[in-house]
């Protein structure tokens, strides 16, 4: 693979996403949403594609293999797995897909959701839903929704570099940049950005900042921990 020699644009990447965090009842129990959104300037097939291509898919975020149709399962290369549980291809201006996320014994459900703007612009939203039971105790406590969300930012950022013709950060050199100055700048302002959502759902600030702080030490390999997973 090519090596990426643009600059990536920090802080025009996190303004072009709205982050938001909620909590619901699934089967009776306790879950969290965390949702991202960012518009795309690129046509409702071809994001569609970017999105559900195996080929395209290990372009911008991971390699997947599987039976990738509905009621099939996909497998990421040193990541999750899971089942194919809805699949609405582009009609009108719209097209959706859901799938379980199955990581480390663990299951969540994630939802990719997608608005045709126009010919040339498309609206992508990311929904994460978890279950709070299946979360280790203390971890919401220390992370906060960044653990996650700042992954998810940075799945949106690929896409956003894939869909505008330019490279992707080559996973031999992700390390790098994530300890780089474009990537503390990216973990540090996306983790700011959960820190914020979390507030706007009526957590506490201090809480927020502190686990905003947390997350970005992780992702910046200044934490001897083990690394927060999506």
């Not at 896409?159 to 390390?175: Q, T, V």
Request: net charge negative; charged share 25%.
């Amino acid at each position: 693979m090519t090596r990426r020699t643009d600059m990536v644009d920090v802080n025009a990447q996190i303004d072009a996403v709205d982050r938001s965090v909620r909590t619901i009842d699934v089967d009776g129990e306790p879950a969290r949403v965390q949702s991202l959104t960012q518009r795309y300037p690129s046509g409702l097939d071809d994001v569609w594609d970017a999105v559900t291509s195996p080929e395209r898919i290990a372009r911008w975020f991971l390699p997947v293999s599987g039976d990738l149709k509905l009621g099939g399962r996909y497998q990421l290369v040193g990541n999750a797995g899971g089942e194919i549980l809805e699949c609405a291809p582009p009609q009108g201006h719209a097209a959706r897909y859901r799938v379980t996320w199955e990581y480390g014994g663990g299951m969540s459900w994630l939802e990719i959701a997608l608005t045709g703007e126009d010919d040339e612009s498309t609206t992508l939203e990311l929904i994460h839903t978890a279950r709070v039971a299946e979360v280790p105790p203390g971890f919401w406590e220390l992370y906060g929704p960044g653990a996650t969300g700042v992954g998810w930012d940075q799945g949106l950022l690929g896409l956003a570099m894939h869909l505008r013709g330019g490279e992707r950060i080559a996973p031999e050199d992700a390390e790098a940049w994530m300890v780089g100055a474009e990537g503390r700048a990216f973990s540090r302002a996306a983790a700011d950005g959960w820190a914020a959502a979390q507030v706007a759902d009526g957590g506490d600030p201090a809480a927020a900042a502190s686990a905003a702080h947390a997350t970005y030490l992780f992702y910046t390999g200044q934490s001897g921990d083990e690394a927060p997973e999506a």
